[in-house]
């Protein structure tokens, strides 16, 4: 099987089975090749700190985006309440599980072709670093066009922007995936919008940025509502018009 449809492959069925109480909507992979400049520039973007794929893996000849978007119900249910949504949070979770599951999956089926691969590592230091992390999932997946990065600070793709984002960087190329040509943020594209920002109830979002002081603040109280879950999640600013791109 080409490689391609063998990744794209063992994502949708990944997704599609059971394990998770969280349901999804259709996978979307995109490829950046790890030489692309794109990631010289992120160094001056987002900053030193972040790293290019090459120095977390020397080989690695291209990277591997996906977005697992979550079904239509959860972004309702978590739109209609002002309240911490304990779906939402799990989902979070659940997802961030399942993305770990893909990869392993991923690296055990490439090793067999002799493909290395490795996952990218991010962790907050908040005491120590701010909220810098090493490697930003959404600017992977921009790089792999699988989108445009919205006033939300997320990365709204074809898909909307609820859901999350997995990487993998592999030893094997694969022709990288045009990035779009169009803004899919409203705001971004002249419209008439900014829900997120009315909807984020820590009122750290604006068109000028996120506080993210703000915003880990919110995410610490929404935590303890929560306990047993363990999780830092809102997600009120990703359940807007752009959470599934409806007009």
């Known amino acids: 099987m080409e490689l391609k449809k063998k990744i794209e492959s063992i994502i949708r069925e990944a997704v599609a089975g059971p394990g998770t109480e969280t349901r999804y909507r259709e ?65 979070k979770s659940e997802t961030d599980c399942l993305i770990e599951k893909i990869n392993e999956k991923l690296k055990a089926e490439l090793v067999e072709e002799n493909i290395q ?27 792999a066009g699988l989108g445009t990065f919205g006033v939300n600070q997320m990365l709204i793709t074809k898909a909307g922007c609820a859901g999350r984002f997995g990487t993998l960087l592999i030893s094997a190329e694969i022709p990288p995936t045009l990035r779009p040509n169009e803004e899919f943020c409203r705001y971004k594209k002249g419209e008439r919008c900014l829900v997120c920002v009315d909807r984020c109830p820590a009122g750290a979002l604006s068109v000028r940025g996120l506080d993210k002081e703000k915003c880990y603040r919110h995410l610490q109280e929404n935590a303890r509502a929560f306990p047993e879950l363990n999780q830092f999640a809102c997600g009120k600013c990703a359940t807007g018009p752009c959470a599934l791109r409806s007009r």
């Open 117 to 143: 691969s490795v996952v990218p590592g991010t962790v907050f230091d908040y005491k120590s670093k701010g909220f810098d992390v090493a490697w930003s999932h959404k600017s992977a997946a921009y790089a």
């Open 27 to 91: 996978p979307l992979v995109g490829y950046a090749s790890a030489s692309d400049p794109i990631f010289d520039d992120m160094k001056k973007i987002i900053g030193p700190h972040h790293l290019h794929p090459k120095e977390i893996f020397p080989k690695a000849k291209t990277v591997v985006s996906f977005f697992l978007p979550f079904e239509k119900e959860l972004v309702k249910l978590n739109w209609q309440s002002p309240d911490p949504i304990k779906e939402w949070i799990q989902a």
